[in-house]
C-alpha cells in the first residue's frame, strides 16, 4: 500500500505538530495543507517540501489527492469541514471537541453511516502515558470494580480571547462545561462500554475578567456531574480564564485500587496509584513503578519520539495509532459513536445549567 496522503486543514496551528508521527510510522505523508492565513501558513511549513498550500478548504479536498485529513481549524467548523471530506471518501481526524450541537452531533454520524471513510476524534489526552497505563491495569483487574471518577481541565487561556475572538462565543460565553472532553475521554476510555446516561451542571458565575479588564458572560468555572448506563458517577469541573497554572487532573476510585494524577508543565507531573492489598496502607505508590508491565503497545512502538513531543508525547502516539489503523484497514481507535459520548454531556450540560443544575438525559447515539 502507498504511503497515506494526509491534508492539513488550520495548518498555521498545533497540528504540524503530527509531522513526527508521519516521519515516524513512515506509511504517511504530508501532500497538502491549507490555511486562510497564507502568512501563517508559509511560517509552518518552512523548510518542508513537497507539500500543496491552499487558502481554501473545499479546494484542498478537490485537489489534493488527500486519503484523509487532519481538521485543526476553530471549533464551529469542524462538523462541516468534517462532513465535507467524508463525502468525498477521505478519512477524518478532527481536533476536539466534535461538534457544538446535539443537531451536528445528527449531521456528523449520519455522514460516517454514509461513507467508506473513517472519522476518528483527536483526543490526545486519552494517549498520555500515564492514563494509557491506568487503562491497561483496569483490563487487568487491577482496580476491580470501577465506582467514581473525576477530571478536571484548569487552564487560563484568556490570552487567546483577542487572538481568537471565535472561543470568547463558544467556549467562555455559552454555559455548561463547553470543552470537557479533555476531561471525559480517559474517564470514559477506563470505564469502556459505559456512556454518560444523564448530567447536572452548575456553574459559579462571573468574577475573572479578560486581560484587558473587560467583562466576559459566563461562568469562571462549571461543574458537571454524570451518571453513567452502569450506575458510576463522574464529576467534571471546566475553568478557562480563572488565574493559576495549567493543569490537568484526574482521579479513579475501584473496589480494589485508587489512582490519582495531574499533569502540569514543565515535568511538574505526578501520577500516584494506591493497590489494596499491595501498597502500603497510608502511602501512594508512584504509577512509573507499574510502567513496564502496562504501557501499552502504541508507547513501546513510539516512546523514544513523542518523549519529545507536546502533550506529554500524546500527540505523536495518538496520530501514529491512526495512521496504523487506515493504513491496516482496522476501525480507528477513537471512532464515531467514542466521539458523540464524550462530546454530548457537555452539550446537555449547557441546558442543564440554564434550567438551575437539574438533572437531564443525554442521548445515546447509537439509538439515532
Request: glycine share 10%; charged share 25%; hydrophobic share 35%.
Amino acid at each position: 500500500m502507498d504511503k497515506i496522503r494526509f491534508g492539513i486543514a488550520g495548518a498555521g496551528g498545533r497540528p504540524t505538530a503530527f509531522l513526527a508521527a508521519f516521519e515516524e510510522s513512515n506509511r504517511a505523508v504530508l501532500a497538502a495543507a491549507c490555511d486562510p492565513n497564507t502568512e501563517a501558513l508559509e511560517k509552518a511549513l518552512h523548510g518542508i517540501e513537497g507539500v500543496a498550500r491552499f487558502s481554501d478548504y473545499d479546494e484542498m479536498l478537490q485537489k489534493g489527492g488527500l486519503d484523509a485529513v487532519i481538521i485543526g481549524t476553530p471549533i464551529p467548523y469542524h462538523v462541516e469541514q468534517s462532513v465535507k471530506a467524508l463525502n468525498r471518501g477521505i478519512h477524518v481526524y478532527s481536533e476536539v471537541t466534535a461538534a457544538v450541537s446535539v443537531e451536528e452531533c445528527r449531521a456528523l454520524l449520519s455522514a460516517c453511516k454514509a461513507s467508506k471513510a473513517q472519522y476518528m476524534l483527536g483526543e490526545n489526552c486519552n494517549y498520555m502515558k500515564p492514563y494509557m497505563i491506568i487503562r491497561e491495569m483496569v483490563k487487568d483487574n487491577v482496580f476491580g470494580g470501577l465506582i467514581y471518577a473525576e477530571g478536571e481541565y484548569l487552564h487560563d487561556c484568556r490570552e487567546l480571547i483577542d487572538k481568537t475572538p471565535w472561543r470568547k462565543t463558544c467556549l467562555y460565553e455559552t454555559p455548561g462545561v463547553t470543552y470537557g472532553t479533555h476531561s471525559l475521554g480517559p474517564i470514559l476510555s477506563w470505564m469502556e462500554n459505559d456512556r454518560v446516561e444523564s448530567v447536572s451542571c452548575v456553574g459559579s458565575g462571573r468574577h475573572n475578567r479578560d486581560l484587558n479588564g473587560n467583562p466576559i458572560d459566563g461562568d469562571d468555572t462549571s461543574v458537571m456531574l454524570c451518571k453513567t448506563a452502569q450506575g458510576r458517577l463522574i464529576k467534571v469541573r471546566m475553568d478557562l480564564s480563572s488565574p493559576q497554572p495549567y493543569s490537568l487532573n484526574y482521579r479513579l476510585q475501584g473496589t480494589a485500587a485508587s489512582y490519582t494524577g495531574s499533569h502540569q508543565e514543565e515535568k511538574q507531573d505526578r501520577d500516584q496509584v494506591w493497590i489494596s492489598g499491595e501498597s502500603k496502607k497510608e502511602y501512594w505508590d508512584a504509577l512509573s513503578q507499574y510502567e513496564e508491565k502496562y504501557l501499552p503497545d502504541i508507547w513501546r512502538k513510539v516512546g523514544h519520539k513523542a518523549e519529545k513531543a507536546g502533550h506529554g508525547g500524546s500527540d505523536v502516539a495518538i496520530m501514529a495509532d491512526f495512521i496504523d489503523a487506515i493504513y491496516d484497514g482496522r476501525p480507528v481507535p477513537i471512532g464515531i459513536y467514542d466521539a458523540l459520548n464524550m462530546t454530548l454531556p457537555g452539550l446537555i450540560s449547557r441546558d442543564s445549567v440554564l434550567q438551575g443544575g437539574v438533572w437531564l438525559p443525554v442521548p445515546n447515539p447509537r439509538q439515532w
